[in-house]
């Protein structure tokens, strides 16, 4: 499928592809940051564009959690050797075998909170002053919150009450030694686009998106995977099931959908027609109504 030149989907690849031109002339080590997903990947996908036929100006950052899905480190090796880019991964293992951080506990020790401090030290590291995101304001009303041009304090923190203002499509990177910004390009983007502009652009995005038959088990509404990083409890069992994923994330909080999509078209028909949230299924956003808020304010992404 050819999209038209005025389409929607041209008119929000022409607003990202600004933006990211915007933090390559704004800032001296930009960053983008990839967890292997399709938003992340959809950026990586948009920077190409902005800058071709030169290279993406920007490294990209991958939080290992050391509980990803395999095919989601598979794919991402895969493009990051198919772009050329440089990878830079920040181990939230070894900030816990360093002693900086401590496993949670209990029976979903999640490690999606630890990929604060790691990602906090890994752009202090590489003295990032901008780490675009794939973040977009449909996914989660903390999100909704954030300007394009996200503001964050020495300590890396965010307080949505204290953004930097943005007129029009005038972006503000001002910011003091220490301080740096996330930048996010697919704020104005839905689910809905994503799919359809990689269905359009078809964006080669790893398996676990498509239906596929996986043993799961259902636990407070949510479909988990097995994995060693995920244990049942004594009166549960492993259940064999048809099933896909909205998101992609740490294995023992990202939640799988029933689904026998197995294409683009099937996806989008299926995303249409849903009535639950993309993020429904993630474990880590049901533990309080302000979790990701709270994630957030800390340094998350």
Known sequence: MTLPARSHLRQLESESIFLMREVAAQFERPVLLFSGGKDSILMVHLAQKAFAPAKIPFSLVHVDTGHNFPETLEFRDRLVQQVGAT?????????????????????????????????????????????????????????????????????????????????????????VMGEHFRVFPLSNWTEMDVWQYIAAEEVDIPSLYFSHRRKVVERDGVLLAESEFNQLEDDEAWTEKTVRFRTIGDASCTGATESTASTLDEIIAEVSATRVTERGGRHDDKQSEAAMEDRKKQGYF
């Not at 360093?98 to 202090?124: A, H, Y």
């Not at 304090?153 to 953004?163: A, L, S, V």
């Open 87 to 175: 990878l830079h991964v920040g181990s939230v293992q070894a900030s816990i075998d360093s002693g900086k951080q401590k496993e949670e506990e209990g029976l979903n020790p999640s490690r999606n909170r630890l990929q604060i401090l790691t990602l906090l030290e890994t752009l202090d590291e590489l003295k990032a002053d901008a780490a675009l995101g794939g973040g977009r304001r449909d996914e989660e009303k903390a999100r909704a919150k954030e300007r394009f041009f996200s503001h964050r304090d020495r300590f890396g923190q965010w307080d949505p009450k204290n953004q930097r203002p943005e007129l029009w499509n005038i972006f503000n990177g001002r910011k």
